[in-house]
């Protein structure tokens, strides 16, 4: 099983910078792919950014040149650094992680518990 605490939210003005990060834990064979969704409130959870073991980034054409996915293999971690945040970017962000479980090799998913980004003036 694979646990993500993911944190760094808060309230930022338009215009406004912040930075995510998620750590996983726990036991698992290896992280596959990271990413970053959001939801906000009436609306689905939608991908943000995602980044592969290798590096492979992708994103959500809203946030391109804005959002910066990173993740630290070693450290089983992945930071989102956002900048010239707007107002439509309020939501709920979570991190997510595709891990292979040790005992089988599965391939799993989890979730972080969400962090509030609120950018309003």
């Known amino acids: 099983q694979v646990q993500l605490v993911d944190s760094g939210g808060g309230l930022v003005q338009p215009g406004g910078s912040l930075r995510l990060s998620c750590s996983a834990s726990?036991?698992?064979?290896?992280?596959?792919?990271m990413a970053w969704y959001r939801q906000a409130p009436g609306n689905q959870r939608e991908l943000v950014a995602s980044v592969t073991r290798a590096g492979n980034t992708n994103y959500a054409d809203s946030v391109k040149g804005r959002f910066t996915i990173s993740r630290d293999n070693a450290k089983n971690t992945v930071a989102l650094q956002m900048n010239s945040l707007k107002p439509e970017d309020t939501a709920v962000y979570y991190c997510?992680?595709?891990?292979?479980?040790?005992?089988?090799?599965?391939?799993?998913?989890?979730w972080g518990q969400g962090t509030q980004v609120t950018v309003s003036s």
């Open positions: 997510n992680a595709v891990y292979r479980r040790f005992v089988d090799l599965q391939y799993n998913e989890a």
């Open positions: 726990g036991s698992f064979f290896s992280i596959n792919d």
